[in-house]
């Protein structure tokens, strides 16, 4: 059967048009996965740099160095690549690991001249007959303040080109800057560390002995209040000395200071009066450990302990959009604002009379700003007679905050 010329016309017509959209689509989407060579090339270095500062960022260790060498070596290009300090090669990727010796020596050259040096054929003596290695580049790894305790040993099947000089040159001072933040977290975390335990320290012996003797009042009258009250003690202790986690959440620091205030209310009675108004949507909310519970010993303290009659402690956690806004504030004493700062300023050189009265106020001010920012420190109202309330500012969510 013969099929009429305006039927086949269709066809025909219908089938160019459904190649030319398939053409179309191929052409878009390969317009959309091609980039250029030197976006490609950009992409490619930073990808492999992101690779190599992973393992660095944390210190430089034969791990670490493992880890990294063979992204640096792509970095560099050449035939191989090790990192060296005084001792041995940490870590080798290519070709060349059987002159580790004698790299390990340029290395060592290399860190106590603190500069870089070119190794030629002549200081790498082989008796391998098939032995690419022709020279080497020796550059410094320079750590914090600018020591290098190791070295990256590019080697060369030629005498090293100026290329290859530049590279490792240039590989090398950037694999310092990682090293140097590696150490710069570090010493953030062993002064955090610090910090907590300043804090830990400041927890008064009156304290103890005050709420041990609290306790004892209780072990003939009411024994079973003095066993409830021995519980919250060591609960309490053990929340305060506890070993891990630089964070915490509000819920915790919470329930640390509900102990603290039942061992208080057990030896002041009726003269110390708590009020708490805390939004349920905020007590995951992360922040520094130990930051939020000086603030109520020192209300309790320095504020109602100095007043006769009846005290009022206030805590206050609020939703604030992308915040928390967290109060703790006391009807006592209070004091001078003067005073207060200069009490703060002895606090943080150590000398003074009251700086051990201050020194929880400073300390976890210093932290909330290295943690937040500066524009996250306490704040804090006070006047002579009109009691004292301390304010701040937490973030909901903030990078590196892990509670």
């Not at 106020?361 to 500066?374: A, H, I, P, T």
Request: contains cysteine.
């Amino acid at each position: 059967m013969k099929a009429d010329l305006p039927t086949v016309l269709a066809v025909l017509a219908l089938i160019a048009a459904l190649a030319g959209a398939v053409v179309a689509v191929i052409r878009l989407r390969a317009r959309r996965g091609i980039a250029t060579a030197m976006q490609r090339a950009t992409y490619d270095v930073l990808h492999t740099a992101g690779l190599a500062a992973e393992p660095l960022r944390g210190g430089l260790t034969p791990a670490s160095a493992a880890k990294a060498v063979r992204h640096l070596r792509t970095l560099v290009g050449a035939v191989g690549l090790t990192i060296a300090d005084a001792e041995q090669c940490l870590a080798f990727d290519g070709r060349g690991s059987h002159h580790s010796a004698q790299l390990t020596a340029a290395a060592q050259r290399a860190v106590d001249g603190n500069r870089s040096i070119v190794v030629s054929t002549g200081e790498l003596p082989c008796d391998q007959m098939d032995c690419v290695v022709r020279g080497a580049v020796v550059t410094p790894l320079a750590g914090p303040h600018g020591r290098a305790t190791a070295a990256l040993v590019a080697l060369a099947d030629d005498q090293p080109a100026p290329g290859l000089v530049q590279a490792t040159l240039e590989t090398a001072r950037w694999a310092g800057s990682q090293l140097a933040l590696a150490e710069l977290d570090s010493s953030r975390e062993r002064l955090a560390r610090a910090e907590v335990r300043a804090l830990r320290a400041q927890i008064s012996p009156h304290f103890i002995y005050n709420a041990l003797t609290a306790i004892a009042s209780f072990v003939r009258t009411d024994p079973e209040r003095a066993r409830e009250l021995i519980l919250e003690f060591a609960e309490f202790t053990r929340y305060s000395f506890r070993a891990h986690g630089e964070f915490t959440t509000l819920a915790e620091e919470l329930r640390s200071i509900d102990r603290y205030l039942t061992i208080e209310r057990a030896r002041f009675g009726d003269r110390l009066q708590v009020r708490l108004q805390i939004a349920p949507e905020v007590l995951p909310v992360g922040l520094p450990f130990l930051c939020l519970q000086p603030l109520v010993e020192n209300a309790v303290r320095h504020g109602l302990s100095r007043k006769p009659g009846v005290g009022m402690v206030s805590i206050e956690a609020r939703d604030a959009g992308a915040e928390c806004h967290i109060t703790v504030e006391d009807d006592g004493v209070g004091m001078d604002p003067a005073a207060l700062a200069a009490g703060v300023a002895e606090a943080v050189t150590g000398r003074g009379d009251d700086a051990e009265q201050h020194v929880g106020l400073s300390n976890v001010d210093e932290r909330l700003r290295s943690v937040f920012g500066d524009h996250f420190g306490l704040v804090v109202e006070t006047a002579p007679g009109e009691g004292t309330k301390v304010s701040m500012r937490v973030p909901k969510f903030h990078p590196g905050v892990r509670a």
